[in-house]
Structure formats: structure tokens, C-alpha cells
């Protein structure tokens, strides 16, 4: 059965990179039997110009439709100035509620030739490779009650509420525990227990699902500001980790930086399965944003994007070979010394954002 991917490129560097993602699935589609149907349409900046609104219900009927998204980048200073539910950003995050994406995966991978471009030393973060699995859709940033009141006394009060269900812990935590079980088979529960009862919550319900039914998974848990320090202290340690919306926000963030450059980091939100035809709804995208200071230029690194296709291909599109070998190509090209200015070091080859993908499609053809 084809599968459809949804492209929206959305603005900025977004649809740069995005052709470079859409040409090794071309090449794949052409040379690896992949058999793939693309579709496009527009989301933020671009679809607020042509249409008055970040997501048209169209592009959102398209997204439910499709087995997967790719998503560029969204903002801009352009449209800076809009209320909230007009910026770019609703774009985004229109589709991740429309399809409930509550799964938001995170690898955080060091490349051994770009271990110098880490602001930790060489022998601490090579060969990182770790996973946050981080709840999307849930937690303070969507709790209610929240809002600012003015307390009549020249006084103000902003609230903000962190609220999450036993369901919503389990159907999260059930992908950190399904995905560790594929990787180094350990996962790290992080919260803050100790001053949260929807912390306690967590921790309790996460152990309750590991105990009845991945009990054969190892499982810590860690408040999340020991977990900050063990990331910077020793981040190998980690296989999956597993945190709420806020925390993971900050946690991921954190990491990303261990593996030296936003370009180069892929993510993935997972919704849930139907249990009749087994569709998931999933969205991949790179974690940078719109870069507006190099938009336009052609040198903004795909690599990012291209490595949320080989997720594509794995999660979405059961294609795990094919997955490996684009990573591998990705690894090589920058072995090889090819690099985008964002990780160029002095004797490297400096290219551009097409030539970079152009190299990682020649290292791939060269797989076999
Ligand atoms: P950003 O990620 O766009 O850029 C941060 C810095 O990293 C910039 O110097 C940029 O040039 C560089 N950079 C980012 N991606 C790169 C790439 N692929 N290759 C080379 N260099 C790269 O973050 P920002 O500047 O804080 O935000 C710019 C706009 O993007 C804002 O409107 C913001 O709201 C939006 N944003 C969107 C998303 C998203 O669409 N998921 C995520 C973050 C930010």
C-alpha cells in the first residue's frame, strides 16, 4: 500500500531544508522501492500571507489524512507582532492537538565527527546516543485553571496549573517503555516528586505500568534536577528518558546542545495507534526553527530534516534498513569532512545547504 507523506515547509529555512529531505525521498522512492506519495501544503507564516490563517482546515484535512508529516519551520520576525492564536506557531501547534501527538520523541545523537563541536569534552559525549520521550500535549502548558488576574490591591497573580491523568502517564510511558525495549533497554522516569503531587503521580503510575506489564525494561527514576546535572555530568548514562511536558522541555534542550548543533537534531510526535487499522498519527520535524538571520541564503544545514525522514521511515513507513542507511550516509558525509557552515571546522569541505544533501545521497547510493 502507498504511503502519503504530507510536506508543509512552512517558513524561513523551513522549505530549504525541506527540499533536501523531499529529494532523498525521491532518490529512495526511485532507487529503494520506497513506495511513498508526497503531498504539500502550507502552515505559519506562509499560509497566514496566502490565506489569512496559520492552518487552513484543508491542510489539516490533509494532515489527518496522510500516514505522515514533515514539517520545516515556522515564524518569523514578520509576524512577530499577531496575538497568539494568529502567529505561525497556532500552525504547529494546531496540528499537534488536532491529532493528539502526545508522544514527543527527542534523540539526542553525537556524532563521533562532530564530538569537537560540543561544549562538553570529547570522551563525555561521544557516541551518545540517548532518547527523550517527552509528553506533548498535556501538563502546565495546556492545565487550566491559568491566566493573570488583577488582584485589585495593585497586586497581580499569574497561574499556570500542572495537571496530568493516570492515561495520559501510561499511554507516554508505554512508548518510552516500547522504545527502550528496541535500544539499550533501560529508561529514566524523571519528575520532581519530592515537591509535586502530580509529580508523585508520575513516578507511582509509571512504576505500576512497569510492574504489570515491562517489568523486563530497567527503570529509574530521577528527579529532573539531578537529571539536568546527570546530563551535563554523564550524559552515556542514559538510554530513554521519560518526562513531562515542561521538564522534557527543558531537558531536551539541554541535550541537544550536548551533540554541538541544532542543525543536526530530528524529532518525532507520535499519536496513538488505531486499534483497527493500526495507523498512527505522527508528525517529524527538525527541532530548529525558521532561522531567519540565514533564510534564504542556501546555507542553512538539512541534515536535521533529513534525519527526520530515516525516523519517518522507521516509525511510520516500517522501513527500519532503510532508516539505518540513511543515518549511516548522514555519518559518513560528515566523516568525510563535507560539512555546512553551522559545524564547518578549518580543513573541512564547506558546501551548501543543496550540496550537503547531494553528499549524503552520493554516500547513500554508495551503500548499496
Ligand atoms: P532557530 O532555531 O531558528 O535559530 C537559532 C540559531 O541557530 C540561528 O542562529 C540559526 O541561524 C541557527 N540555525 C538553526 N537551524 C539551523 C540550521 N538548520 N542550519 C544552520 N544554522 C541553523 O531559533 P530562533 O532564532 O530562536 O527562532 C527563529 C524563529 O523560529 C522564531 O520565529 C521562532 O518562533 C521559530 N521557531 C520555530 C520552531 C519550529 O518551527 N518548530 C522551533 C523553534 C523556533
Redesign the pocket.
Known sequence: MTKTLLILA?????PE?AAEAEKVLNWLRDNRGLDVAIEHDLV??ISIDTHGVPLTEAALDKARAADAIL???????K??GQPYDK???AG?LGVRKALDLFANLRPALCFPALADASSLKREIVEGLDLLFVRELVGGVYFGEPRGITDLGNGERRGINTQVYTTSEIHRVARVAFELARKRGNKVHSSEKHNVMESGLLWKEEVQKLHDAEYADVQLEHILADNCAMQLVRAPKQFDVILTDNLFGDLLSDAAAMLTG????LPSASLGAKDPVTGKQPAMY???????????GKG???????ILSVAMALRFSFDQGALADKLEQAVSQTLSDGVR????WVEGCQKVG?SGMGDAVLERLAALG
Open positions: 512552512g517558513d524561513g529555512i523551513g531544508v505559519g507564516g514539517l520545516g519551520a515556522v515564524g518569523g520576525p509576524w512577530a502567529r505561525p506557531e504547529l548543533s541544532l542543525g543536526m520535524e527538525p527541532i530548529h526553527g525558521s532561522a531567519p538571520d540565514i533564510a546555507i542553512a544545514n538539512p541534515c536535521a530534516t555546512t557552515g553551522d559545524i545547504t
